[in-house]
């Protein structure tokens, strides 16, 4: 079974930048795909960042040109870098990761909280 944990939410004033990291128990690059979701109070948990093993990213609208999704295969951890935050991107951040090519399935962390103040 795949392992994700998380780190590197916390406040930030808007403007500011954080990096979260979701270090993952498997061969990063054996994931058909790799994600970041976010989940708003009383919202439902939608995908910001997305990236397949082949290196694609895909970016949700609100975030293009602010956000940027990558990997570290050696350290089997993949990243998401906010730059620019605004108040509407807080939520709790989660990693997903797709492992249904060798039978993992697919995985959620636990989530880290991101508050962007005004």
Do not use: H
């Amino acid at each position: 079974q795949v392992q994700l944990v998380e780190s590197g939410g916390g406040l930030v004033q808007a403007g500011g930048s954080l990096r979260l990291s979701c270090v993952v128990s498997v061969d990063i690059l054996k994931l058909n795909a790799m994600e970041w979701y976010r989940q708003a109070p009383g919202s439902q948990r939608d995908m910001v960042a997305s990236m397949t093993r082949y290196g694609t990213t895909v970016y949700a609208d609100a975030v293009k040109g602010r956000f940027t999704i990558s990997r570290d295969a050696d350290k089997n951890t993949v990243y998401l870098q906010m730059n620019s935050l605004k108040p509407e991107d807080t939520g709790v951040y989660y990693c997903k990761t797709d492992g249904r090519g060798y039978g993992w399935g697919q995985t959620w962390g636990q989530g880290t909280q991101v508050t962007v103040s005004s």
